[in-house]
Every structure is written in C-alpha cells, then in structure tokens.
C-alpha cells in the first residue's frame, strides 16, 4: 500500500481532545527495528525447540520479551490507557520470564497481540488479523502442553513467519513523525 502525505498527516492527527507526546522518526525507525527484533526472536525459539536446544529456546524468549518491552515503549497509538496496559504487559512479560516462564510467554505474547491489532486496525495489514489469534491457539498449546516439540517448533516457525510479514509491511510505510 502506498500512502500519500496527505493520508499520513491525516492518520498522524490525534483525535479531538487526545494529546499525545512528540513521535520523532527516529522512535518509529526504532519501533519497526524491535518489530523485526520480535520476528528474529521467534525464529530462534523456533531453532531452538525443533534442534532440541533448550538453551537456544531460552534464550531466545528472553531476546522476545526485551524486543517487546523495547517495541512497547516506542509503540505509537493514542489512548494512553493502551500505552500503558501494553507497557505492564511487556515489562511483566521479561520479569515474568526468570520466574516463571510460561507466565512470562502469556505477558510477551499478549503484549505483542495487541501491537499487531493496533497494526492492523490503523493499516489493515493481513498478518496483523492472525497474529493474535494464533498467538492464543499456541500459547494454548504450550499450556497445555500435549503438542509433540516438532508441532511446537513449528508453530513458532509460523508466527515467526508472520511477524516478519508484519515488520515488513510496516516498514514499506513512510517513517511517523508527530
């Protein structure tokens, strides 16, 4: 989709009586780089879990619940009350990770959803209608933990596949500065 200035000043105007603090390219050059950061991370989970490297898996969603912290704090949108309800979710989601891990994929992942929604809501992108959906129908699965690790890995592998959709049509939009 190519958008002209007009559109983009348009979308980049807050509603009557929202005011919002400045959004500088550079927070949305950094908002799409932890976008891709989020997508890298899950492809590693996937790496992890189908090689069987536990450590690799580990590791890999520590790197998912900073690259979502860091996308949450630069994650435009103009209720205040989401900022911060995606905020809490991402910063509960890394401290969640070193304790009690499955708590801390629920944080991360519903953290994440609800960018990939607002994403979608605002630019109507395909893989942002599944992200969160999907997200669900793993977390689920890991829950309840019957899946062979080869499903599970896979399941990674796709909603790694599908944050990268997303990055890269957010990053085929013209740089957000308010």
């Avoid at 989020?38 to 998912?64: C, D, K, P």
Wanted: aromatic share 12%; net charge positive; hydrophobic share 55%.
């Amino acid at each position: 989709m190519r958008w002209t200035r007009e559109q983009v000043v348009e979308h980049l105007s807050p509603p009557p009586g929202i005011s919002m603090p400045p959004y500088p390219r550079e927070r949305d050059q950094m908002y799409r780089l932890t976008l891709a950061a989020l997508a890298l991370g899950l492809s590693g989970e996937a790496v992890g879990v189908l090689s069987g490297r536990a450590w690799l898996a580990t590791a890999a969603h520590g790197f998912i619940a900073a690259a979502v912290l860091a996308a949450s704090l630069t994650f435009l949108v103009w209720l205040s009350n989401w900022r911060h309800t995606v905020r809490a979710l991402a910063a509960l989601g890394l401290i969640l990770w070193l304790f009690w891990p499955i708590a801390g994929w629920a944080a991360s992942l519903g953290a994440a959803s609800i960018m990939a929604a607002k994403e979608t809501h605002c630019f109507h992108f395909p893989a942002g209608r599944v992200i969160p959906w999907y997200s669900l129908a793993l977390g689920i699965a890991l829950i309840f933990g019957h899946a062979h690790p080869h499903v599970i890995g896979v399941g990674w592998a796709v909603l790694a596949l599908l944050w990268w959709w997303l990055a890269l049509d957010r990053r085929r939009l013209p740089l957000f500065e308010i």
